[in-house]
């Protein structure tokens, strides 16, 4: 049996800034679902942070409020396994500052790798990826809602990871489906 290994990874579910359906820049709405499979994705696959990025106080308080129940409230004592897949959830207000935390963790300042339903000849293969994650250097595995990803946060990224691409054209995943899709395919056995 092959040993497996725990990449320095972390994720970050990006609310802001991402495209609408019109292509206009927008922060998207958190979802209860989106926390909770995400969560309990990067507990399995020993991802070291979840990041859930908005700058809308509204929405900051909502993840809040989720996270509390399931960690320390009533959900905790419900279902303790859900609690330590949440404990995994941090807030903050922008890319910039979960990279300042992951380097503040004492992890150094992570190569960020963005996803995207669209193929762009900067991709980079699942492989060469899983080739990456063997090293020491600490790696941030972007998500975007809504429509995606801004392209102002694609250009700034170090690499952009190939799209995931079923057997027709159709090709509108859920987030969270994408980020159990990616994990695996990356950390899976």
């Given at each position: 049996m092959k040993k497996s290994f725990t990449p320095n990874l972390h994720v970050v579910?990006?609310?802001y800034p991402?495209?609408?359906k019109n292509g206009d820049t927008i922060a998207s709405a958190i979802t209860n679902l989106d926390l909770h499979d995400i969560a309990r994705a990067a507990k399995t696959y020993g991802v070291?942070?979840?990041y859930v990025v908005t700058p809308l106080l509204d929405q900051k308080k909502l993840v809040h409020k989720i996270v509390t129940h399931w960690a320390t409230g009533a959900g905790a004592q419900y279902n303790p396994m859900r609690c330590e897949a949440l404990e995994l959830i941090k807030i903050n207000d922008s890319l910039d500052e979960v990279r300042d935390d992951i380097a503040n963790e004492g992890f150094g300042y992570p190569k960020t790798v963005v996803t995207s339903a669209k193929k762009n000849?900067?991709?980079i293969y699942f492989n060469k990826f899983r080739k990456l994650l063997k090293g020491d250097s600490a790696y941030l595995l972007i998500f975007g809602?809504?429509?995606g990803l801004s392209e102002e946060i694609?250009?700034?990224a170090d690499y952009l990871l190939e799209p995931i691409e079923g057997k027709t054209g159709y090709n509108h995943l859920s987030v969270r489906s994408v980020v159990a899709i990616i994990l695996d395919r990356l950390?899976?056995?």
């Open positions: 579910l990006t609310h991402v495209m609408n070291k942070s979840f000849s900067r991709n809602t809504a429509w694609i250009q700034k950390i899976g056995r």
